[in-house]
């Protein structure tokens, strides 16, 4: 879920900082969420009850923290919604789950604070962070080199490009080669989208072939449903999203999964937060409790063994 932004001026009396923070909403995996909210705190921390065994503090993170959030003992982590498995209400209730939120709260606990997921747009999430309502974002963002600009961040996970078809693949389509003169659906804004489709449309002019014939979806189950009813050939998209979808729907498959590459905790430049993050991911990577998180959604093989710090895709 990678998105790309259009190009924008800065208006008088609007902070740089927030002007790019708003162009650099882009290039990596994310998904537009519905409507903003706000989420119970820590509705699913780990720790007893929950499966997660709950992790120790760590102090050596602890004692890097900003002197903001070691008075507040709070972190207001931005997250957005609607894809699971990687972040999701639970049915009927306005309690956030998923690989994103679960990551996060186990950053809180090695960390000893109280994580506060807010609920958010994806669009707005770094323009949130720039304007200090967000500490920080673990939402499945790429690092890029633009991103990287306003903000730090550490590898926590792998996600991929996966392509969902009708069971039984009666178009034929084995990999993104074939996606040529296909109907297929797309998240608005993705990085498939703006990036990945625009070179594989390339690779089929040039072999006299016709261009991929693309349909925009706000979220994945409404490309899902399009795909179900006909409507399209394939849908590409996040392999997490794709392959928690065809265990959940017994009309689709994915085809193939490719291209796989770390996302990030994202957090402010100016926050002074990324060795204490980094730091409280090192030790949450190596620990039981990240393995049973990722166990819990299927995504044992998205782990990461390094928490690196501005490595960008």
Not at 33 to 38: D, L
């Amino acid at each position: 879920m990678k998105c790309i932004p259009g190009s924008q001026r800065a208006r008088p009396g609007v902070p740089a900082l927030v002007v790019t923070a708003a162009l650099l909403l882009s290039v990596t995996a994310c998904s537009p969420a519905g409507n903003a909210s706000t989420s119970n705190p820590s509705g699913d921390a780990a720790g007893p009850g929950t499966g997660v065994p709950a992790l120790e503090v760590n102090q050596a993170a602890v004692d890097l923290l900003p002197e903001s959030i070691k008075a507040s003992k709070v972190l207001r982590v931005a997250i957005p919604t609607n894809e699971p498995p990687t972040q999701f209400y639970r049915e009927g209730t306005q309690e956030m789950t998923g690989t994103n939120p679960d990551v996060a709260r186990l950053i809180g606990e090695a960390l000893g604070v109280e994580v506060d997921i807010q609920v958010a747009n994806f669009d707005s999430i770094i323009p949130g962070l720039a304007a200090d309502r967000y500490d920080m974002t673990v939402s499945s963002m790429t690092p890029t080199e633009k991103r990287m600009e306003v903000l730090d961040f550490v590898d926590y996970l792998q996600v991929g490009n996966a392509i969902a078809v009708p069971k039984g693949n009666p178009a034929g389509i084995k990999d993104e080669n074939a996606l040529c003169g296909k109907k297929v659906g797309l998240l608005t804004g993705s990085y498939q989208l703006t990036v990945n489709v625009p070179l594989y449309d390339e690779a089929c002019v040039a072999a006299g072939k016709d261009s991929i014939q693309k349909s925009e979806f706000q979220d994945t189950r409404q490309a899902i449903s399009a795909l179900t009813s006909g409507r399209l050939e394939a849908v590409l998209a996040d392999s997490p999203i794709l392959d928690y979808a065809a265990t959940q729907n017994p009309q689709i498959e994915v085809a193939t999964s490719f291209e796989f590459a770390p996302v990030g905790v994202g957090v402010p430049k100016d926050s002074g937060l990324v060795k204490a993050v980094s730091a409280a991911l090192d030790a949450v990577i190596k620990s039981e409790s990240y393995v049973k998180v990722l166990g819990k959604y299927g995504l044992e093989s998205s782990a990461v063994t390094d928490a690196r710090v501005n490595f960008a895709q």
